[in-house]
């Protein structure tokens, strides 16, 4: 009798920053029912073995922002010992949102983005609503809504990101996310499994320090041709998936629409994408089997 695949969900440890997440028990549950032994893992856990598994996946390590170079180096380690996905170079690339950059480069539309490291001169728009976020950042951490009269908190803001290490994001604020929302494409073993949309999660006045709801009024969505059209360019200007030799396991393409109406990436998340199976139950089992695929089932 064949032995059976074993499959670590690799996620993090219970803290009152972190959100839980509802769908590991369940993925977790399917994947047994389909043949795996499979089980949540916490990623900076130094009992686990993860050369006992014959496959990772990357599922909610969600407290990694505070410590990406720990993280990043934990998934380059665990990748030398068994196959982690989506594969540790994916995910030093996407850990940094500095990527936004490199898409636009390749012509892809994002929202316009400029980037102040510690130590560089802080330059901040005078005359339109922005938004201040950290290159590394999960759930709306550091990240906040500024109008052009508030530049002392925004550049206060800025100094408390450098003094921590961390380089800024500044951005253009996307009012049409307040009229049509956020829109996030999930794929799945290379095709498009199902989408969402939720609203705002900036209010104007928020401190950015303090806790946002990450995914407000989330709903079921139905993508337009134009937004498939812009997640698969941003797909393909991933680099080294391909020198993988494999495609992504999984990958989830935020959207928003610019001042034009046109759908632009918000973020290409290629790490611990939250993949909203509560919401989209149907999914559950089509996310199993690509897991299975890929332990080599």
Known sequence: MPRKPRVALATCRTAPQVNPDRDLPVLVEELCRAGAEASARVW???????????????????????????????????????????????????TDKRYLGELAAAGVPTVSTRYVAPGEQVELPGDHEFVVKPTSGAGARFAARYLPGELPAARAQIARMHAEGLTAMVQPYARNIDVTGERALLYVGGGLLHASRKGAVLTPGTPYDERKVAHPGLERWTPTEAERGVAERALAAVPDAASTGRELLYARVDLVDGDDGRPVVMELELVEPNFFLWLHPGSVRAVAAAIMAAAGS
Request: charged fraction near 25%; include cysteine; glycine fraction near 2%.
């Open 44 to 94: 900076d856990d130094p009992a686990v073995d993860w050369a006992a598994f014959d496959l990772v996946v990357i599922r909610s390590t969600w407290d990694y922002s505070w410590r990406a170079a720990e993280f990043v180096a934990w998934a380059e380690k665990c990748g030398q010992v068994t196959r982690i996905v989506n594969p540790a170079a994916v995910v030093r690339w996407n």
